[in-house]
């Protein structure tokens, strides 16, 4: 297994013939542990990636199938975006039209982009050597609490509903377009992308499994950001709940501290697995919620045509917040660490001197203020980012909304 291969060669010995019996016995523990958590490390996204022969895990035979398949595909993925750039910027639209077809583009290339980050993510192996170092700090005790099972539940039902939503959303719009009887200029020019129309259908298909790849590998930094926060909460949880009066305490808040340091090391190995991935996705993403609040804000007009554009809307909100919610969430539980060893009394009080100067050495630590999910190394995704993102946003839709040109203007020329 995959995964058993990282942790030997994570711990193996000088010489590999003979390692001793407590270090093989310490890496099949961790296995274990890690197989018995799997949901929380996304096991249903990979079952589905199995299905869409995009599981390149484990090296062997499939795997080599499983590339050449996903090559094939996110080859024709690229000609379809390149292709519908071309056709849109050389067809007449309205503004709201416009904005409509770039939206397109950017989930396609939002999408691409995800599929690079997910191929990429398992052929080194990024996200076995995580999931092994944070079965280290703490055994996956947070994953093991209430909370836990919590989470795991309900990031469970969001990826199926995710899945569910977006291929009914783009089979409608296939069978919209199979029924109706009179097309756009750009439809037309759009149903010869594979030269004939009636390999239309292979573009649809395509697309769809565009936006399912997208989807794994948002859920993918969901649930790998949600296990490290469950691992945090459990540690704030110890802090908050020690015995700094009792026997031994000086040892138990030495055990915290090589503790806090190893989840350090854990959450800045997270940052250099997405910091990347999420600039580039709220790069994206931002772009695309003002062409979205731009199409609304010409073509609402009704409740009906509302309802029409609520798969856009709640595709936009889902991409911003399924991006910053979960790394939002951790750098809060980060946060709150200091916060918990400052108010447990006993630990302070009465002073014992050995005891003071670990807590104190603990809580210096714990003002590494640059810990969490970053966008690419310029900000850690937190909740004062997310309202300032949003704010960003509304400015530039205003300021577009003031610039566009009017629909009426356009159609008297």
Request: with cysteine; proline share 3%.
């Amino acid at each position: 297994m995959e995964l058993q291969e990282v942790l030997i060669a994570s711990s193996s010995p000088e010489n590999p013939q003979k390692p001793p019996e407590p270090s093989r016995n310490l890496e099949m523990e961790q296995l274990d542990l890690i197989n018995h958590y799997h949901k929380h490390f996304g096991s249903h996204v990979f079952n589905i990636a199995n299905i869409l022969r995009i599981d390149l895990r484990k090296p062997g035979a499939k795997r080599n199938i499983n590339v050449l398949v996903t090559g094939i595909l996110f080859i024709f993925a690229a000609y379809s975006i390149c292709f519908n750039i071309k056709i849109t910027f050389s067809t007449r639209h309205l503004s709201a039209e416009l904005a409509a077809q770039l939206l397109i583009i950017l989930w396609a290339v939002q999408s691409l982009i995800s599929m690079v980050f997910l191929i990429y993510w398992q052929i080194y192996g990024h996200l076995s050597e995580f999931r092994v170092k944070l079965s280290q700090c703490q055994n996956l005790k947070g994953l093991a609490c209430e909370d836990g099972q919590k989470y795991i539940e309900v990031t469970t039902r969001a990826f199926f509903s995710a899945i569910f939503l977006t291929c009914s959303v783009t089979a409608a719009l296939a069978t919209k377009y199979q029924l109706e009887e009179k097309h756009t200029v750009f439809q037309e020019k759009q149903s010869y992308i594979f030269f004939y129309p009636a390999l239309r259908p292979f573009y649809t298909l395509i697309t769809t499994y565009l936006y399912i790849v997208f989807n794994m590998t948002l859920f993918i930094l969901i649930h790998y950001t949600n296990a490290t926060m469950l691992e945090m909460r459990y540690f704030n949880r110890e802090i908050s709940n020690f015995n700094g009066s009792g026997d031994g305490a000086s040892a138990k808040l030495i055990e915290h501290l090589e503790i806090y340091s190893n989840l350090c090391t854990v959450i800045r190995h997270l940052d250099l697995i997405f910091r990347l991935y999420t600039f580039i996705m709220i790069v994206i993403t931002i772009p695309s919620m003002i062409f979205t609040l731009m199409m609304m804000n010409h073509r609402i007009h009704s409740f009906y045509d509302l309802i029409l554009c609520m798969p856009t809307i709640g595709l936009c909100a889902f991409s911003f917040f399924a991006v910053t919610i979960a790394p939002a969430r951790l750098h809060d539980e980060i946060c709150r660490s200091k916060g918990y060893l400052c108010q447990n009394r006993s630990i302070w009080f009465p002073y014992r001197k050995e005891v003071y100067l670990i807590a104190n050495t603990l809580s210096s630590h714990m003002e590494q203020f640059d810990l969490g999910v970053s966008v690419w190394g310029f900000a850690l995704l937190s909740r004062p980012l997310i309202l300032g993102t949003l704010s960003a946003t509304a400015m530039m839709l205003s300021l577009l909304t003031e610039l566009a040109p009017k629909a009426e203007l356009l159609n008297e020329v």
